[in-house]
């Protein structure tokens, strides 16, 4: 290994190891690579004491740098989370292999057969703050599309990414991988991140996953193809059809299930012809959201006032702004202008109305009467994400087995010339 108080050398050795790892697991048989994950599964539930402790450290460094409350849930671990992790990497190791799926497959006049064959992209830089399963979960889909990753995660959760890693590891030798499948950045000198994205020609994907300055840190330095979403400011419309009970129950969940995740709901838009917006204001006070509103709800509930800013802002927190629109084109327009294009929900008994919200909302994720925090790879049945992209290229929504992939042609003849 390369010094790591050099990071420019650093990075360029790790991603050395890591095409030749790419090369090794391209080719690999699916069984191989799925008895790989299952190994690592197991190696994280016999590691859980360690990867506790290493936690405990972390949770108790950040807690003395003051992270907010939604930053340590992020971060928190314990018995339970680990468990989920482990889940996750075995529902990976069930998927469907993408590598070498025909997309399509055509017969042209010369008889020249072409097909669009899935393949690896290579070698895949992850870059991510507070969530240490990030680091199963990457490595993971990563191995399992035929990838090799180099993992950089933030400095609030380096003890916890080492033990998580080093169970990985031991996990994925036992089952003959190359030793460099997934390798985690030893260093947490923010330089090491500028020598991932200046690493054209060693990395070919860089993925971030985190705060918002990061991200654009990411967009504005990166020479390397970058897979990203930006802010995570979610609604949910309750239309003047929807049932209040339904309507009550998802607002709640939205907000509160987990305050601190991508998919979390940071804006409630409400119909007038809506019966009864202020159960929705109370229900969301009395699970402990600290609740914004525009003038016409201030009026109705004597609610603190929203500013500008809340309309486009991602809390991560017990917090969500609430306003009143003019039915489900007030609500879309109102989306338009703040949304980030990540997740947006309608409740409605109406049909009609909910199939014009989900034609009309220019979302990664969409959803009609279920709550945003199903924005989830998990949830989608892809057994984990890499990320949630929000762009419109290459991969949207929750990223997977299918969007660490790319294609390329294949051509069988006959002895065309042309």
Known sequence: MADAENPTELIAEMGRRARRAAAALAGMPTATKAAALRAAAAALRDAEAPILAANARDMAAGAARGLSAALLDRLQLDAGRIAGMAAGVEAVAALADPVGQVIDRAERPNGLQLSRVRVPIGVIGIIYESRPNVTADAAALCVMAGNAAILRGGSEAVHSNRAIHAALAAGF???????????????????????????????DLVVPRGGKSLVARVQAEARVPVLAHLDGINHVYVDGSADAAMARAIVVNAKMRRTGICGSMETLLIDRAFAAPDALVHALADAGCAVRGDADIVAATGIAPATAEDWDTEYLDAITSVALVDGVEGAMAHIARHGSHHTDAIVAADEAVAERFLAGVDSAIVLWNASTQFADGGEFGLGAEIGIATGRLHARGPVALEGLTTYKWIGRGTGQVR
């Not at 036992?174 to 500028?194: E, I, K, S, W, Y």
């Open 173 to 203: 030798a036992a089952a003959g991988l190359p030793a460099d499948a997934a390798q985690l950045v030893p260093t947490t000198d923010r330089a090491a991140v500028g020598a991932m994205l200046a690493a054209d020609g060693v990395i």
